[in-house]
């Protein structure tokens, strides 16, 4: 695109969430395309209001007062694109994370096969994937009947069968889809979407036609060795978006106001994760965590696999599955560093109710923060066990949500982020800090020079390398890990003996860059092996090079006392610098 | 307006929590799928009438029907006897076929509904179903039908919203069990002259009071925080218990105390049902009152305003409302370091506080 293309166009990115709507405005600075305002209001699809463009048009307005440009005209319509004077905007893009999450059914022939292409396509979507049924079910028919009913699907994927493949399983679920067709109203009967053997597509449409709405796809296993999920995923998120649009007041009015270029924030971000990993570890294993109120968004693994998934699990709505779970509040019980919160003494198990049911309020003491803090760790985990597993050995790690990325002070959010992920080995930690991942992902598709620029401005400067050494059985607390050296390139360098138990922070500036060398004790693994040494050249952040020499895994002091203790320690920690920098 | 602030242009409604002594209702009552309404606009109805059904459960049988024949599946829609849709009862016959002397039947297992055959003459027979049922909830009248959901009920009263309910309905008499707003209820709080009462109280965080309010007979328990300690008894009460306020000790608002403690002895029904957050649907109790008039219609959400009566959402001000002292929220860094969009609220107890916007509620 030319430059002078690029200078020209301001764009509006609007971001529903289940708890805020934000609008970012994006425009060029000295030629450069900068974040210039974002503003904010408590969403509104939900009631009161039932109009989720409610809060777009309030947090439009908020943007207008803080960027100070006219973006709305007198009748309170969006100005595009923008005038002479320069008022209003370009281009406007939307996402959205704010639906309840569909129920989708699966069938396909084999588990490794069809059913896990089939999983693919509904990948990163806001879905609860209710029953699978394959051709090796055990169940009777009878059975088989009573679990697709019950499961009370909003949108069935039936696959199965290479093209001019196999027909007789894929026939069989027809047959199960005609008798589920008896059984269900017309007013409850699902979408189906066909995405198998391609032979079948009109048997398919002319036999459940009549019972269903039906949309054809393109094969996502035309061949044993070929997968092709990219036409099924379009038709998918078409069906998608007609579901929640039709449940969900003023979606439909944000389509239009963003001209289709509205995308489901979880596919934003994921996208936006891709591109960042392929900034900051090209070659090796990223975790890109998005921790909302009702879903958390994970992309995880190398850039040639990585995998992503939507859960149902949030700071708000999404702690619904774990409120009842005794062992989850144990645990948050146990990373608490206090025993009660406020005048009345509310416990640490009440405020996760509390949270679940006031998902959308803010704490406005200290303590307030350290519990959500808390939960937040003990989500992670639980994200973290649930996807890419305990303790993983990751090189990137990207954070969005509002407890990182509006916390109130940066060391805040990487406690949070070391605790609730527990990496190993030297990974670089990223914090949207201004929650844009999922919209810049959306803009990319319109624009990369915004996504390229902004993403290499302050929202995006990585927030600390951090170096978490791991090592097997128990290690007396001060007991030697490891010896660091960050050699400067200007010939200074800075060298500690990593502690087991410490949490170090060593300067490097953002922009610049420096040579680690990391020389473990033995059986100590600081993501080379154990007892090998690791040398990298390491990029400056707005924390520097943070040793971590806590071990994995990382469980605080059973004693409350000593929790809260060692909670102020490490935060402590976090604002020293090592002062110990040496020609 | 504040001086020195910027007025905004009035935003998206702010929800309401109603705390009325003469309300008039309209509640959504609704299936979780759609489904049958069983009930027709203008009719009376008590809170417990079922007044819509959906499927839950099938169970069903698949009869080969070609195979006990020894038909082909085009022989099979000759030998049929029964059509979709109709019931059968245990033995009746559903296909037979006759050639020469010998004449073959196949006879209904058990009692249920033909649902259909299929193109390999297999027979779909329904034999058992379980139900979704929504009930009114409140005594009142239909006010409209929400086809095929349910449909909205109208009543009129005293009106309670809450935050938490375990699910259940139900009415009794109203009887308080703590003096004050900001007290515990014990399980020796409870007697013998509690037994088939609404209980009311400040909060409760111990399980024993829900135990013995089982031996009791409650009909409900209203109290403005239960701890985490009592929601699993909670939700396994055979009465409907409702959370006003919020979790924990957290006192019951005054508003509501002053109300539901003023109504001793009278009928109140507990609609303990859950808090749809998408729909808007809060728990509830209503009072029924001898006679109304001039009964304030209640509105979902409200523009804020000074003066206007709220409640502060938020663990250190549990239970507490006051009034609204400046409608236009400015964005302020609150002493924890968050920066948010803020108002001040004039506390009962004189207290001036600032707030997060999104941690008000109206009250009504």
């Not at chain 1, 989708?104 to 292409?117: D, F």
């Not at chain 1, 066909?194 to 597509?201: C, E």
């Not at chain 2, 924890?336 to 506080?353: F, H, I, Y």
């Amino acid at each position: 695109m030319p430059a002078s293309l690029v200078e020209t166009d301001v764009f509006l990115a609007l971001d529903v969430g289940t708890a805020f709507t934000r609008a970012f405005l994006f425009d060029s600075v000295e030629g450069q395309y900068r974040l210039i305002a974002v503003g904010q209001a408590p969403s509104s699809a939900g009631p009161p209001s039932h109009d989720a463009l409610l809060a777009v048009e309030q947090a439009i307005e908020d943007l207008q007062r803080l960027s100070g440009m006219r973006l709305l005209d007198e009748d309170g319509a969006l100005i595009v694109p923008t005038s002479a004077t320069g008022e209003g905007v370009d281009a406007v893009v939307g996402t959205v994370s704010c639906g309840r999450p569909l129920r989708v059914v699966i069938m396909g022939v084999l588990p490794e096969l069809s059913v896990a292409s089939a999983r693919r396509v509904v990948t990163g979507a806001y879905v609860d994937v209710v029953a699978t049924f394959t051709a090796t079910d055990a169940a009777t028919l009878e059975e088989q009947v009573q679990r697709l009913v019950e499961s009370y699907p909003d949108i069935i994927i039936l696959a199965g069968g290479t093209d001019r493949g196999a027909r007789q399983a894929v026939t069989a679920h027809i047959d199960l889809l005609l008798w589920a067709a008896r059984l269900w109203p017309l007013v409850q009967r699902p979408w189906i979407l066909f995405v198998g053997n391609q032979a079948l597509a009109e048997g398919v449409q002319k036999r459940l036609g009549a019972h269903y709405e039906v949309r054809l796809a393109p094969n996502v296993r035309p061949s044993i060795t070929q997968e092709n999920i990219a036409p099924a995923r379009e038709a998918f998120l078409d069906i998608f978006r007609l579901l929640w649009a039709a449940r969900t007041p003023g979606l439909e009015d944000l389509h239009v106001l963003t001209k289709g270029r509205f995308a489901l924030s979880a596919l934003g971000f994921g996208r936006l994760a891709r591109y960042l990993q392929r900034l900051y570890a090209p070659g090796g294993v990223s975790l890109a965590v998005d921790l909302g109120a009702a879903y958390t968004t994970v992309l995880w693994g190398t850039l040639d696999g990585a995998e992503q998934r939507t859960l149902p699990w949030g700071l708000g709505p999404g702690l619904a599955p774990w409120e009842t779970q005794a062992a989850f509040i144990r645990q948050v019980e146990a990373w608490a560093p206090m025993e009660t919160l406020g005048p009345q003494g509310m416990r640490v198990a009440d405020f996760v109710h509390w949270k679940r049911w006031h998902p959308f309020t803010l704490p406005v003491e200290e303590a307030g923060v350290d519990l959500e803090e808390t939960l937040a760790r003990t989500l992670l985990q639980q994200v973290v066990r649930h996807t890419v597993g305990s303790t993983p050995q990751v090189d990137f790690l990207l954070a969005s949500g509002g407890v990182l990325s509006a916390a109130p002070e940066p060391q805040r959010a990487l406690l949070t982020l070391l605790d609730g992920v527990q990496p190993r080995g030297l990974t670089t930690v990223v914090v949207d800090y201004a929650q844009m991942a999922g919209v810049l992902g959306v803009l990319a598709e319109i624009n990369e020079y915004v996504v390229v620029q902004v993403v290499g401005s302050a929202p995006f400067s990585p927030l600390a390398t951090v170096l978490s050494p791991s090592w097997r059985g128990q290690r007396r607390e001060g007991a030697a890990v490891a010896q660091v050296t960050l050699a400067y390139p200007h010939g200074e360098a800075v060298s500690r003996t990593l502690h087991a138990g410490q949490l170090v922070r060593l300067p490097l500036a953002p922009g610049r860059r420096a040579a680690l060398t990391v020389q473990p004790q033995r059986g100590v693994d600081v993501g080379a092996g154990p007892g090998e040494p690791l040398q990298r050249e390491v990029m400056g952040s707005l924390l520097g090079v943070v040793l971590d020499g806590r071990g994995r895994p990382w469980q605080p002091p059973a004693d409350v006392e000593a929790r809260r203790a060692q909670w102020q320690a490490h935060r402590q920690a976090l604002r020293r610098l090592t002062q110990e920098v040496r020609a | 307006m504040t001086q020195g602030t910027q007025e905004l242009t009035p935003g998206p409604a702010r929800p309401v929590c109603h705390i009325m002594p003469l309300a008039r209702v309209e509640r959504e009552r609704r299936l979780p799928r759609p489904g049958q309404v069983r009930v027709a606009e203008g009719r009376e109805v008590t809170f417990a009438e079922v007044i819509a059904a959906t499927p839950k459960r099938h169970r069903v049988l698949i009869l080969d029907l070609a195979r006990a024949l020894g038909l082909s599946p085009k022989q099979v829609r000759q030998a049929i006897k029964v059509r979709a849709r109709d019931r059968v009862e245990k033995g009746d016959i559903l296909a037979e076929w006759r050639r020469g002397l010998v004449r073959r039947r196949v006879t209904a297992p058990q009692r249920g509904r033909v649902m259909g055959v299929d193109a390999r003459g297999r027979l779909l027979l329904r034999v058992g179903i379980e139900w979704d049922e929504v009930r009114a909830g409140l005594n009142g009248l239909v006010a409209r039908v929400l086809e095929p959901w349910g449909a909205v009920i109208r009543a009129e009263g005293s009106y309670i919203e809450g935050v938490w309910g375990n699910g259940q309905v139900a009415a009794g008499l109203l009887r308080p069990l703590t003096a004050r707003r900001n007290s515990p209820v014990d399980e020796d709080d409870l007697g013998l002259e509690h037994r088939g009462v609404v209980g009311v109280a400040g909060y409760c965080v111990n399980p024993k009071v829900l135990a013995r309010a089982e031996e009791l007979s409650f009909r409900g328990l209203i109290v403005g925080g239960l701890s985490h300690a009592c929601l699993e008894a909670a939700r396994e009460a055979s009465f409907p218990v409702l959370v006003t306020d919020g979790f924990g000790p957290t006192p019951m608002s005054e508003e509501a105390f002053r109300l539901l403690t003023s109504a001793e002895g009278r009928s109140a029904v507990v609609l303990a049902e859950p808090w749809d957050q998408v729909h808007g649907a809060r728990p509830c109790v209503m009072l029924d009152l001898p006679h109304i008039s001039q009964a304030e219609m209640v509105r979902p959400g409200e523009p804020l305003l000074p003066g206007q009566n709220v409640r502060v959402l938020d663990p250190f001000h549990p239970g507490q409302t006051g009034a609204l002292l400046s409608s236009t929220p400015r964005w302020e860094r609150l002493p924890n370091g968050l920066k948010a969009q803020v108002v001040d609220v004039r506390l009962r107890n004189g207290q001036r506080v600032t707030v997060p916007i999104v941690n008000i509620e109206i009250l009504r």
